[in-house]
C-alpha cells in the first residue's frame, strides 16, 4: 500500500531562515503529488501540487518543491520563512485509483 | 463563500449515541471525499462519491458508518453506537472529475464522552 513519509515532525526556525521539509513516498508508478498547509484554526489550503513536467514546481506563498523520481521525494522549501508561515504542513500523494494519501505532517514554528 | 461547507463545526455526543454530519461540496464538484484526522496524524481516507455512487471504501469504515450522497450533491456520514475512538476530526473534500486537486472544509470535530 501507499504510504507518505515526513521526516520531520516539528520544526522550529527563526525569520527568514531557510526552510526544507522532506516527503518520501512508497509507490514507484505515477502519482500525482502535493503538499498542503493549515495554519492554525484554519481548514487545509492547497500550497502546491506536481502533476507532470517540470519537476521544480512553484506554489502560493513563496514556496516551491522539487520531485525526485529516482528517489520517491518531493521536498519543499522557501528561502526565507517569515512568521506569518507557522502552520502545519501536510504532503499527500494520490495514485490513480485511490484518494490521497497523507503523511503525517511537521508542525512549523517561526519565531520573529 | 463557495468553498466546501461543513456541518456542524463540533459536536459532543456520548457513547452509544448516533450521529450524523453534513458536507456541502463546491458546486460544480462531482467527487466528494470523507477524511478523519486524529491528533498527530494527517487526514486519513474514509471513503468517496462520484456524483451519487458511492465508488470505494477504506476499511476504516467500519459498519457503524454509513455516508450518502443521494442527489449527487451534498453527503453525510453517519457514525452509529459512537466509541471514545470515533473522537476525530472529519473532513470532507471535494474536487472535479478530471482534476485530482481536492478542497477542503473546515472540518467537524466530533467529541465522544
Known sequence: AQSVSQHNHHVILSEAASLELGCNYSYGGTVNLFWYVQYPGQHLQLLL??????PLVKGIKGFEAEF????????????S??????????????????ALIFGKGTTLSVSS | DTGVSQNPRHKITKRGQNVT??????????????????????????????????????????????AERPKGSFSTLEIQRTEQGDS??????????????????????LSVL
Request: aromatic share 18%; glycine share 6%; proline share 3%.
Open chain 1, 81 to 98: 520563512v517569515q512568521w506569518s508561515d507557522t502552520a502545519e504542513y501536510f504532503c499527500a500523494v494520490y495514485q490513480a485509483g485511490t
Open chain 2, 21 to 66: 454530519f453534513r458536507c456541502d461540496p463546491i458546486s460544480e464538484h462531482n467527487r466528494l471525499y470523507w477524511y478523519r484526522q486524529t491528533l498527530g496524524q494527517g487526514p486519513e481516507f474514509l471513503t468517496y462519491f462520484q456524483n451519487e455512487a458511492q465508488l470505494e471504501k477504506s476499511r476504516l469504515l467500519s459498519d457503524r458508518f454509513s
Open chain 1, 68 to 79: 525526485i523520481k529516482s528517489k520517491f521525494s518531493f521536498n519543499l522549501r522557501k528561502p
Open chain 1, 49 to 54: 501540487k506536481y502533476f507532470s513536467g517540470d
Open chain 2, 88 to 109: 476525530a476530526m472529519y473532513l470532507c473534500a471535494s474536487s472535479e472529475r478530471d482534476r485530482n486537486i481536492q478542497y477542503f472544509g473546515a472540518g467537524t470535530r
